[in-house]
């Protein structure tokens, strides 16, 4: 099975729900919820991090960020969050912690702005733990929805100054990883059977993202106001992922796997 996406757009229908933790809800549905960390110091200022480039930091998101980076560097971070949500029907928490990226850049040429990056990061997040209670008979039931796992990558990329002020960079990904889901029923008539469902998706794929930035906005304009100014770009290529599925089927003393 094949899976091409660039933009994924989730649509979530409430229903009433018993209980829910272990993450927002919306993680069900594609390939969860997809994360977004370019450095600390992007994450300090609010996710900004396009246009940013200097000696001090990795920038993960703009390959061409590197460019003027002078020594060999590492970084790394683990981030924690912790939130809780209420309803008419009850009140759950939710608390994990998540890596965010180890990686590396090694400059080749300082003067021709040539930098070796390479790092491991999640993609996206499964997280999620609902019971649903159906009223209406004859199948009245207590549904359970669980799932976890999500989408990792590998990058590899470098990055090159074509002229003082504008710099470009490229980095290959490879998204790989599994999403795990399990759907439960238990009826409360006897005459019924109760059942769960295993589902395991296992995918693979990659994509390139090609980056650009340009500090020479005030000599262009000739003032000096705005010789700060920085403007940066980036184009990822959309990525086809190769999707292995299975599926076990437990009904009473009956077992199915596809």
């Not at 850049?105 to 997280?127: N, R, W």
């Not at 359970?144 to 100054?161: C, R």
């Amino acid at each position: 099975m094949k899976i091409r996406f660039g933009t994924i757009a989730t649509f979530v229908f409430l229903v009433p729900l018993l209980a829910s933790a272990g993450g927002p809800t919306y993680s069900r549905f594609g390939i969860g919820d997809l994360l977004f960390f370019g450095s600390s110091r992007s994450y300090g200022m609010g996710g900004a991090s396009l246009a940013l480039i200097g000696d001090e930091f990795i920038n993960r998101i703009n390959p061409a960020g590197l460019a003027k980076i002078a020594r060999t560097r590492f970084s790394g971070a683990f981030e924690y969050v912790r939130s809780s949500s209420e309803d008419p029907t009850g009140k759950a928490f939710f608390g994990h912690g998540t890596f965010q990226n180890l990686a590396f850049a090694i400059p080749l040429s300082v003067d021709a702005g040539s930098v070796l990056f390479g790092e491991a990061a999640p993609y996206s997040i499964v997280k999620y733990n609902i019971e649903r209670r159906e009223s209406q008979a004859p199948i009245a039931s207590r549904q359970t929805y669980f799932g976890d796992g999500g989408l990792s990558s590998l990058a590899l990329g470098t990055s090159y100054s074509v002229l003082t002020d504008f710099t470009v960079g490229l980095k290959f990904n490879y998204v790989y990883g599994t999403i795990r889901q399990i759907a439960k029923v238990d009826f409360d008539d006897n005459t019924f059977t109760d059942n769960e469902t295993h589902t395991s998706f296992f995918h693979s794929g990659s994509n390139f993202t090609f980056g650009a930035t340009y500090e020479g906005i005030g000599t262009l304009l000739g003032t000096s106001s705005l010789k700060p100014l920085t403007i940066g770009m980036i184009l990822t290529t959309p990525s086809r992922l190769s999707v292995k599925k299975e599926r076990l089927l437990t009904t009473t003393g009956i077992a199915d796997t596809t």
